[in-house]
């Protein structure tokens, strides 16, 4: 048992490190209130945001970020 959780563990670690290089990787969204006021359309680019290497980093910090809670509480309950 205890093998395990140095495995579990160590795997949590990494997860961290990787959601918050991911995060840090991101670009700000800009966009936010003053586009709502504006009346600022939907370009190609935002229709097309999940085929792009932000959409990618936008989808994997969602991927990590379950399993961040998920390990959490695999942890907690070791």
Partial sequence: MDILKVV????????????TVIVLKQEGKSEG???ALTGASESYWSKNKGRSAEGFLDNTTKILAVLFVAL???LNLI
């Fill in 33 to 35: 209130l003053s586009s």
């Fill in 8 to 19: 579990v563990q160590i795997i949590y670690i990494l997860i961290c490190i990787a959601l």
């Fill in 72 to 74: 959490s509480v695999v």
